[in-house]
């Protein structure tokens, strides 16, 4: 079969870009990558369009010539590249089937290993306006200034939280938007964090402690103010932005009743972390475990990184939110994994690099683990929402559409049924996780913690006419117990009713 | 050169048709079928499914992910109707 | 819009859900506890065990329904909620006397569905815009022609459509179609909102519901009754109502009787939501294919088409099942090959093994255990468009009165077996 292989990466960000590197450099012959978008790269090494010209690279800046190396090593291997591929399948079994539609059409690819490498989004934050244009993700922003070179508004304020919120709104000033103000929910980092990030950055992170303080520095120079404790309320205007209410926050990030302030800007830009894309991996039935300072539900995995499914790997941010260094790292070890398993690599060699690139990983899940005790998501982030706000983006069902059949209700699915949350083109991204906590502020028990909308097929909307086979006939029934009673002469089709 | 809601547009070669539009100063991309609420660019990256545009008559395109063409014709209210035209 | 709720947002009558009071009962019962106690256990919560509740706490017979998942979410939810009523070609083989029977049911079947979302006071989704059976080569149109006669002949009110007139109904069929039988009294439902609709009157009426509560075993009790051990708990019963669907056989055994119903998966795909465009229900002479646009805009395909088996998680879709239903789906209906497949999902339903009879035989049974007084079974295939009928057959049964509808087709004792014990 022409499409069986070794391995197959899905996602080409650095988690599986490592992936298919170490894969390659032990020998593991078919190595197949898949990846959404036109360039490899995932979200943090957002390449430019082919056709912007990119004429001072080291104006880039550092994670983009770091993600460029990357990328051309990527492609120094000789593995199957398959950007522009949208996987819409997988089937498991001793032989994972993975099926993805690109340029060409729609292919399924066989081996006895994947590796899941889908990186993660940003955390959707329901509040009072959110739907309204103008509202937009860090990332979404990210992508439009620094990738497509278009400011997202004229006047733009940043709401989030965490060490990427005001290294972005740097990089949001630098590349000429109007920044009218920053406001993270976190209340200044207090001295205990502080002692623990100088401790973590006395292992070798130095510089993300020093640029944090530097990116203070440049904001303040610039004019651009900076709020602690301080969240989004609601976004108001008829069509589009026109005002950002803010208000405090406490420890807790439960709203502080009369500390609103108003805000004329076009664009608010949200950044509370980020989630998880784990519907690859629900799909094929993983088990997961849910994590509120990972971004949400991520696989249990074993120290192989290996899923509760046998051969299905799951590295980097969709395993977990925590960032490029660790899904580097991850990426390596699954790929070393993989071929150890396919005896590519002796057990001495796969051992040494394993502990190798252990030891790194362990460091970088300290540092980790001090950042995101110190930029906590808290869990009144959850309240922001009041019964008018709209949960399910897609379908338009509000916190209180829900709320009223969550009577006795403890399943999400349930409620999906009832009110169509979740039955939308986003496919239950957008608000599954606050469905989750809805149903569970319900019926009591650990917020948070309450079962995901079911994952199904197709893992991501799926144009029709890519696999309708408009020749298709309803096959002969099987012989056998299951269709014998339904003819008589077995000379006719089965019931054209169907449930 | 491409159309959006039959204007011509400008547009630079390889941009997405998100940035295409808000560079040209559209925002609202769509309303939604039952409140008619006016929707956009959201989360960039291909996941919301908020942007969508009709692209030569086929509706939800999302903007974001897909890179305007020359001559391509684009329309911000698609419902089946508007887009067939 | 009577009894549901108003949610300020909706401004369609069919997104408005009805409210689903209490549907846990207090948990916690054990084993050690005293058995409860109750006139008729009703077995499974799919549709006909919720409109059974209905009906019979409608005629003051007190009942409790247990339900080992939660309320609806077994093969009911899973089906596609089409409610056909014309035959297809098969059905003209099964023995003229259980055809008319059967034409009877459905037909007082179909009437109860026209009835039922003003009865309940809440939105179904139904739709009557009448089904098509699509004609795509001569042979199709051929049988088609036999069937106008059959069923016309009994009682059927449908007719054959030719090519124009078809088009000129609906417009977005593919222009190949020979033609149709078209049946005005074909029409969809939405299988996720009928059984909470049940149940809330039900409730309202004194009927007890209890989820998470699965059926370990049934005993017989001398002198009448039957204990029940359920996972929460024992249960007296005065009768039991096996309405478990595709587990109704599992439930036989439990006193006994061999009744060769089992599971079979099936898959149904959902698009993205699209204008107006399609009103009927389609489906065609070869088969492979149901297909109906929903009052929200989305095209629901469905047709037979097995899914896959996986006992170690719920069932899988089957590939070449997707390529093959999706791809009749977009040769009837070729606007859909533009669409987006937004959900796929399988579905456990009823398969019926052979009752001996000549001719194609009957899907569905109801009745009560010829061996087992006091057991009634309301179980089988297709249960969407006669599920409200059986539970109101149910309940006539139970309280002695004569059936509203034929239904010795349906009786459980033609299965050979089915009257021995083991």
Known sequence: ?499 | MFYVDGRATSAFLGESIAAALLANGVRVFRRTPRLRMARGLFCGMGVCYECVVAVEGRPSVRACMTRVEAEMRVTTQPTDEAAKE | MIGAAGTGASQHSDSDPPQVHQVRDESGRSMMDAPDETDVLIIGGGIVGCASAYYLSKDNVECLLVERGEINRGGTAASAGSLHVQMWSGEMRREDAIASDFIAVKLEAARMWQLLEAELGSSLGVRYAGGLLVAESRADVDVAMQLVDYQKKRGLDVEFLGSRELHDMAADLAPHLLGAVFCPMDGSANPLLIGPAYVRHALRRGARVRTHTEVVAIEPRTGGGFVVTTSAGRIVANRVLNAAGPWAGQLAAMVGCHLPIEGEVLQVSATDCHDPMLGQLVTNVAGGLTLKQTSRGNFLIGGAWPGKRDMSRDNSVDRASLVGNLGIAARIVPAIAEMSLIRSWTGVIAHVGNDGSRGLQVLQVLGELPNTPGYFIAAGRALIVLGPLFGRLISELITGRSPSAPIGIFDPSRFSAAGARA
Not at chain 1, 58 to 78: C, E, F, H, N, P
């Open chain 1, 1 to 499: 079969m022409d499409e069986d292989r070794d391995l197959v990466i899905v996602g080409g960000g650095p988690a599986g870009m490592a992936a298919a590197i170490e894969a390659r450099r032990a020998g593991v012959p078919r190595v197949t990558l898949l990846d959404e978008s036109t360039t490899l790269g995932g979200q943090i090494f957002r390449r430019l369009p082919a056709e912007f010209r990119v004429e001072v690279p080291s104006a880039m800046g550092v994670d983009y010539q770091k993600g460029q190396r990357l990328i051309d090593a990527t492609r120094s291997i000789q593995a199957e590249l398959l950007p522009d591929h949208v996987v819409w399948g997988a089937w498991e079994g001793r032989t994972k089937e993975i099926a993805a539609h690109g340029a060409g059409g729609s292919r399924v690819f066989s081996a006895p290993h994947v590796i899941v490498a889908t990186g993660a989004y940003d955390r959707p934050v329901p509040f009072p306006g959110w739907t309204l244009p103008g509202v937009i993700t860090a990332g979404g922003a990210q992508a439009m200034i620094k990738v497509q070179k278009v400011l997202p508004g004229k006047r733009i304020v940043m709401v989030g939280s965490g060490p990427l919120l005001l290294a972005f709104a740097v990089q949001l000033h630098q590349l000429g938007a109007n920044l009218v103000g920053v406001f993270e929910a976190a209340p200044r980092v207090s001295l205990r964090g502080a002692v623990g990030l100088l401790g973590a950055a006395i292992r070798g992170n130095a510089s993300t402690l020093r640029s944090g303080i530097a990116y203070l520095a440049y904001l303040r120079r610039n004019g651009i103010p900076v709020s602690y404790g301080y969240a989004i309320a609601r976004a108001e205007g008829v069509e589009e932005v026109e005002r950002a209410v803010v208000r405090r926050v406490d420890r807790e990030w439960e709203p502080v009743a009369g500390s609103e302030r108003v805000i004329e800007a076009d664009t608010i830009c949200v950044g509370y972390g980020f989630t998880p894309s784990t519907e690859l991996l629900r799909v094929v039935g993983c088990e997961m475990r849910y994590s509120l300072q990972r971004g949400g539900p991520a696989p249990v995995r074993n120290g192989d990184l290996e899923t509760t499914v046998p051969g299905t790997f799951a590295v980097g941010d969709c395993a977990g939110v925590q960032g490029s260094e660790i899904a580097l790292l991850e990426g390596k070890i699954a790929g070393t994994v993989v071929a150890g398993r396919l005896g590519r690599l002796d057990r001495r060699t796969s051992r040494e690099r394993l502990e190798a690139l252990n030891r790194p990983l362990r460091t970088a899940q300290l540092f980790r683990a001090a950042i995101d005790k110190v930029f906590q998501i808290r869990p009144g982030i959850f309240n922001w929402a009041t019964d008018g706000t709209i949960l399910c983006r897609c379908e338009e069902v509000t916190f209180g559409d829900v709320k009223k059949q969550l009577e006795g209700q403890a399943d999400a699915n349930a409620v999906k049924a009832l009110t169509r949350v979740g039955m939308g083109m986003c496919q239950g991204r957008n608000c599954s996780q606050h469905l989750a906590w809805v149903v569970r502020a319900a019926i009591g028990g650990p917020v948070g913690e309450g079962p995901l909308l079911t994952a199904r097929l197709p893992v991501k909307p799926l144009p029709i006419g890519i696999i309708a086979d408009r020749a298709a006939v309803l096959p002969r029934p099987p012989s056998g117990p299951s269709h014998q009673s339904h003819t008589v002469t077995g000379d006719d089709p089965p019931p054209v009713e169907s449930k």
